[in-house]
């Protein structure tokens, strides 16, 4: 999964969501954050207008050139707006707004680090955000945690963990950035243990665990179909 752009993000908001995010720029962060969703509504973001056609001519060229692009995956305006907030904002500030936040804020910082330049200013400086998202059972939360931030900062044995709280969790694995790329030996070691324990008592094995349970499939290899197998890609930064 690519990395937004607080510019692609920004087209997207209704007109009324780009005034108040304007108006909110110039005003405590502590105060208008938690106010955010009052203010602008928890709608989906809209298929981009005009505007957002212009930012992704590169992108669409040769493509559907013409055609409205869809507005970011899962996105809804009072997110959007709260992470377009944190675009320049120091760590230190982000982790306490994930700290003192309720639910749909926490959320909302943890979306926020898949937009370029938060994720850019913050370095590894959020990994304790993500460490908390995975330990909750909010499945909103590690699902949100497991984006490109973590794929680029997580370590391999947290990642790994990660994932398998997802398996836990009923979380698909279809939402988690880093796989296949990501699928180690280490990995797939667990996930087969978490299937042979799981049919040993007789319980079903979670359909999107299949991937990585073929008898041919070793640690290195990624899953997918055996013509596409391919080494796993270098870690990114961090890893």
């Given at each position: 999964?690519s990395r937004l752009t607080?510019?692609?993000?920004e087209a997207?908001l209704?007109?009324a969501?780009?005034?108040?995010?304007?108006?909110s720029?110039?005003?405590?962060?502590?105060e208008?954050f938690p106010a955010?969703a009052r203010?602008?509504g928890r709608?989906?973001?809209a298929?981009?207008?005009?505007?957002?056609?212009?930012?992704?001519d590169t992108?669409?060229?040769g493509?559907g050139?013409g055609?409205p692009?869809?507005?970011?995956?899962?996105?809804?305006?009072d997110q959007?707006?709260r992470?377009l907030?944190?675009?320049?904002?120091?760590?230190a500030?982000?982790?306490?707004?994930y700290r003192?936040g309720?639910?749909a804020e926490?959320h909302?910082v943890?979306?926020?680090?898949?937009?370029?330049?938060?994720?850019?200013r913050?370095g590894?400086s959020?990994l304790p955000?993500v460490?908390?998202a995975?330990?909750?059972?909010?499945?909103r939360l590690?699902?949100a945690?497991?984006?490109?931030?973590?794929?680029?900062?997580?370590?391999p044995?947290?990642?790994?963990q990660?994932v398998?709280k997802?398996?836990?969790?009923g979380?698909?694995?279809a939402?988690v950035?880093?796989?296949p790329?990501r699928a180690?030996?280490?990995?797939?070691?667990?996930?087969?243990?978490f299937?042979?324990e799981?049919?040993?008592?007789g319980?079903?094995?979670?359909?999107?665990l299949?991937?990585?349970l073929?008898?041919?499939l070793?640690g290195?290899?990624q899953p997918?179909?055996?013509?596409?197998?391919?080494?796993?890609?270098p870690p990114?930064?961090?890893v």
């Open positions: 999964m607080a510019a692609h993000l997207h209704p007109p969501a780009q005034a108040r995010l304007a108006t720029r110039q005003q405590s962060l502590a208008v955010v203010q602008v709608a989906k973001l298929p981009c207008d005009s505007a957002v056609r212009a930012l992704s992108a669409s060229a493509s050139e055609q692009a869809a507005g970011p995956a899962g996105w809804t305006v959007a707006v992470a907030l944190l675009v320049g904002v120091e760590s500030e982000v982790l306490e707004l003192y309720d639910a926490k909302a943890l979306r926020a680090l898949s937009v370029a330049e938060v994720a850019g913050l590894d959020a955000i460490a908390d995975i330990r909750t059972n909010d499945q590690l699902a945690a497991l984006g490109p931030y973590a794929t680029e900062w997580l370590p044995a947290s990642f790994r990660a398998l997802c398996v836990f969790a979380v698909p694995l939402v950035d880093g796989l790329s180690d030996d280490g990995l797939v070691r667990m996930m087969k243990d299937a042979a799981r049919t040993a008592a319980r079903d094995v979670p359909a999107d299949q991937p990585y073929r008898p041919d070793a290195d290899r997918g179909p055996p013509a596409a197998l391919s080494p796993v890609s990114r930064r961090g």
